[in-house]
């Protein structure tokens, strides 16, 4: 099973941002070598699909609700991918994971290869 390791969460005010990192634990699983979708989940509420990169990282897409504050990218050098967060707002307030699935890409999410813990972003109003 795939295990991915989210960082970058934390409190900041509206307005602020914050830059997740998504990067797999082990030696064995290339990262690079997958499309990748960030996800976050409010209390109460289902895990919303909300990003996805492609295994090359030239092509990308971001929820309309929030193109133009959000940003995913991947460094396979680093075997990472991002999510830049701007102009945050406090219903940004979440959990948020990333994933390699089925699906990333048309945005109709299969099967998951694995969930990571998660890190949490608090934003503030």
């Known amino acids: 099973q795939v295990q991915l390791v989210e960082s970058g969460g934390g409190l900041v005010q509206a307005g602020g941002s914050l830059r997740l990192s998504c990067a797999a634990s082990?030696?064995?699983?290339?990262?690079?070598?997958?499309?990748v979708g960030w996800f976050r989940q409010h209390p109460g509420e289902e895990r919303e699909f909300i990003a996805g990169i492609n295994w090359s990282g030239t092509r990308t897409w971001v929820k309309d609700s929030l193109k133009g504050r959000f940003t995913i990218s991947k460094e396979n050098g680093k075997d990472t991918v991002y999510l830049q967060m701007n102009s945050l707002r406090p219903e940004g307030t979440a959990v948020y994971y990333c994933?390699?699935?089925?699906?990333?890409?048309?945005?109709?999410?299969?099967?998951?290869?694995?969930w990571g813990q998660g890190t949490r972003g608090t934003v503030s109003s």
């Open positions: 994933a390699t699935a089925t699906g990333i890409m048309s945005k109709a999410l299969g099967t998951v290869d694995g």
């Open positions: 082990g030696r064995t699983f290339r990262l690079s070598s997958y499309a």
